[in-house]
């Protein structure tokens, strides 16, 4: 068996990896597995890890699903993921999951369900144009890339527009405190990870307090 380098993005190859395992499990004939993790509003409060379960399930009727999820988390995954490190990588993706379920609870119907990695996804593009921003460098093809992606979920009927634009600016916000507490000291990382909680409570208060309501 071989080793992975050093340099490898391990933890993108795992969550690919779970992705990939879970998938297979849900195509399993007599599966409940798709039906046990997906995310709609109206789980919200009996069941809240869905928020977090939906992102790592996807359409057990399409192949191209799971693998354009992983393909893409893949390509961005493998060149953030140095930058940032392990642990504030899988933050990142984890919480970029987290605001596009929220986003569904707040713009989406109660009872619609949604799965999928595609807010994460949309969650690295974000993260890596505050990335680019934050040393200078030019973004605009990233811009572009991002706005024909975000075109594409308000056009075609079935895309979860809603946990797209959520991932993309759970992602955005999480690299932006990651951005301006970058020095490696102490008190910054302190700050880091204050602040992505932070990010974490302003966005359950919100749902819990101006849209869950009426989601029942």
Do not use: C
């Amino acid at each position: 068996m071989a080793r992975l380098k050093s340099d490898q993005p391990r933890v993108t190859l795992s969550l690919i990896m779970i992705n990939l395992v879970i998938w297979l499990l849900q195509v399993i004939p007599g599966s409940t597995l798709t039906s046990t993790l997906f995310y709609a509003p109206l789980l919200t409060v009996i069941e809240p890890w869905r928020m977090i379960t939906a992102g790592f399930v996807h359409s057990p009727d399409s192949f191209w699903h799971i693998l354009l999820n992983a393909y893409s988390i893949y390509i961005f995954g493998r060149v953030i993921e140095p930058m940032l490190g392990p642990i504030r990588f899988l933050v990142l993706y984890l919480v970029s999951i987290f605001g596009g379920s929220a986003m569904v609870l707040w713009l989406s119907e109660p009872v619609v369900p949604v799965v999928g990695a595609s807010g994460a996804f949309f969650g690295l593009m974000g993260a890596y144009l505050i990335m680019l921003r934050a040393i200078g460098d030019n973004s605009g093809l990233l811009v572009g890339l991002i706005a024909v992606n975000l075109a594409f979920g308000f056009l075609v009927p079935g895309i979860s527009w809603q946990g797209h634009l959520g991932g993309l600016l759970a992602g955005m916000a999480v690299t932006a405190v990651y951005a301006r507490t970058r020095y490696k000291s102490g008190l910054s990382q302190k700050i880091q990870v204050l602040g992505v909680i932070g990010l974490i409570a302003v966005a359950t208060v919100a749902g819990v307090v101006f849209r869950l309501p009426f989601a029942f």
